[in-house]
């Protein structure tokens, strides 16, 4: 699968580019969308355990379209989103695995945790390294995350649709 690393590239160059160009005009409360954490969460939530060279490559390469369009220091996105890597397996490993893992209320509240938790790390990483990085902590995290949920509730369908291949060794009666 050599075409899966520039695949992810260029998945990640368009997302950057409809989020700095066109998402901005349908901005609620002056936040738009985050198409590059929900399309890393996206691949975090539903790749196989063992396949993390992908997610680390997904993190780097996200994590320099992220610092390029923001004011941060370059590398601070790639450690914040190990981290959220890091945390999301961790709380999968350590919560019940099977059926509900797959289920859209499961995602939509493992996501929610997962993008204020983004959002604090990027907020307290910006009071400790004093530099604007655009993250608060106020009512817009909730604008935003509500408004990301219409992105990555379509993404979650589409990639179940499209990639997601469960594993069943049932029995197909009819």
């Known amino acids: 699968m050599w075409f899966k690393y520039p695949l992810i590239v260029l998945i ?57 369009t923001t004011t941060s220091y370059f590398g601070i996105s790639f450690i914040i989103l190990l981290l959220i890597f890091g945390l999301e397996k961790a709380f999968s490993y350590l919560s019940k695995s099977g059926q509900e893992k797959i289920s859209i209320y499961y ?11 983004y959002h604090l790390i990027g907020y307290f990483v910006s009071l400790f390294f ?6 608060s902590f106020s009512y817009i ?21 499209v990639i997601y291949k469960k594993d069943t060794n049932q029995l197909k009666l009819l």
């Open 12 to 68: 990640l160059f368009f997302a950057t580019i409809f989020q700095f160009s066109l998402l901005p005009y349908f901005s609620i409360a002056g936040y738009t969308p985050n198409l590059l954490f929900i399309i890393f969460f996206l691949v975090i939530f539903f790749e196989n355990k063992g396949k993390y060279e992908t997610i680390i490559f997904m993190a780097f390469v996200c994590s320099i379209f992220l610092d390029m």
């Open 107 to 117: 995602f939509i509240a493992i996501f929610s945790l997962f993008f204020i938790l």
């Open 130 to 135: 004093k530099f604007d990085t655009g993250f």
């Open 141 to 161: 995290i909730l604008i935003g995350l509500f408004f990301n949920m219409i992105f990555v509730g379509i993404g979650f369908y589409l990639y179940k649709l």
